[in-house]
């Protein structure tokens, strides 16, 4: 998806009439510069929600042992997103989600030609007297712009049916759908009074999306209970343990367990969790018993001189003092 160029694809005026900046973006397929070069004005909008994306990755699994660690290539995250892991559908998820939502709100602020403010049906259980309009996040607009560009990726690649490259495929696409439904899923419907003095004579209601925090709890929750499957012969995919319950479209599949993320390997792009700061009294991932793989922590002391006791003197000055205090870092051996 060219995730790389974020700074490139916010800066507009690269992407001009006479601009080649399709053409230079690293990670694009042949058919997602046919669809960058027709909608030029989208480009900095799908490259803000994907950085978003991956910015979220970070901070959800920020006490995992694979942290989302972005490497300097192409695929953004390194060879492991050729294994078709749970962490792999995550990221596939996540980003899908930050492009879907990054386009829905650039057609509510009019930054793109193709699209505007949201034209969604009124809900029937709004009030009679509320006025269902004002401008709202086009989440329809949003959905389908990121379906053509992110999943065209998949649909133009030729697999041989019922082999692992298909079922990588068929897992991407329902990865992708998972991310986009999130969106839709999460929005509600926003009200507002308006009138003299706060009288609220005048209810307007609109669709608004969630905060991408929102999605990415609710997008994590879903990695906890992704569910393993696997490609049948006819090209489709089906449950790996007949036990499981069957997965539904907001779910997150995946064909192949995760590698060990304990230890640095080169080989796959996983730094491992040697040096990692992690938390003594935690019996979560975050805790240096699960972190550190059982191999121990290194305890370190340092001293924090930070500015305390601060008082406002009238006026205009303020006195503060230095306090000490030590404390401990424990790092994974």
């Not at 006819?234 to 993320?261: I, M, Q, W």
Request: net charge positive; proline share 3%; aromatic share 8%.
């Amino acid at each position: 998806m060219g995730l790389l160029e974020f700074e490139e694809w916010s800066n507009q005026d690269l992407f001009s009439g006479r601009s080649r900046m399709c053409s230079k973006l690293h990670g694009l397929t042949p058919g997602q510069r046919r669809v960058c070069r027709r909608y030029q004005d989208h480009m900095p909008a799908v490259g803000a929600g994907a950085k978003q994306g991956i910015t979220e990755c970070q901070y959800q699994f920020r006490s995992r042992r694979w942290n989302c660690t972005v490497t300097g290539d192409e695929t953004v995250f390194g060879p492991l997103t050729l294994i078709a892991s749970r962490e792999t559908a995550f990221t596939n998820a996540i980003t899908s989600a930050g492009v879907s939502l990054a386009i829905s709100r650039a057609c509510r602020d009019g930054r793109l030609a193709s699209c505007g403010c949201s034209r969604a049906a009124r809900p029937k259980n709004l009030h009679d007297d509320w006025v269902w309009g004002g401008c709202g996040d086009n989440l329809q607009y949003g959905y389908k712009f990121t379906e053509g560009f992110v999943d065209i990726r998949e649909r133009e690649r030729k697999v041989k049916r019922g082999s692992r490259e298909q079922g990588r495929q068929l897992m991407n696409r329902h990865n992708n759908e998972a991310g986009r439904r999130a969106v839709i899923k999460k929005s509600r419907v926003t009200c507002k009074c308006h009138g003299v003095s706060g009288s609220c004579s005048l209810i307007t209601c609109w669709q608004q999306l969630p905060s991408f925090r929102e999605i990415g709890d609710y997008l994590r929750d879903k990695y906890e209970g992704a569910t393993e499957v696997k490609v049948s012969r006819r090209g489709k995919l089906r449950l790996g343990n007949p036990h499981y319950s069957l997965p539904t479209a907001n779910d997150l599949v995946y064909l192949e367990e995760s590698p060990n993320y304990c230890i640095r390997n080169e080989t796959l792009g996983s730094p491992g969790t040697t040096g990692r700061a992690c938390n003594r009294t935690s019996a979560g991932m975050d805790g240096c018993a699960l972190l550190c793989c059982g191999r121990g922590y290194n305890t370190k002391k340092i001293v924090i001189r930070e500015r305390c006791e601060c008082k406002f003197h009238w006026c205009c000055r303020v006195d503060c003092n230095t306090c000490v205090r030590t404390v401990e870092l424990y790092t994974c051996k």
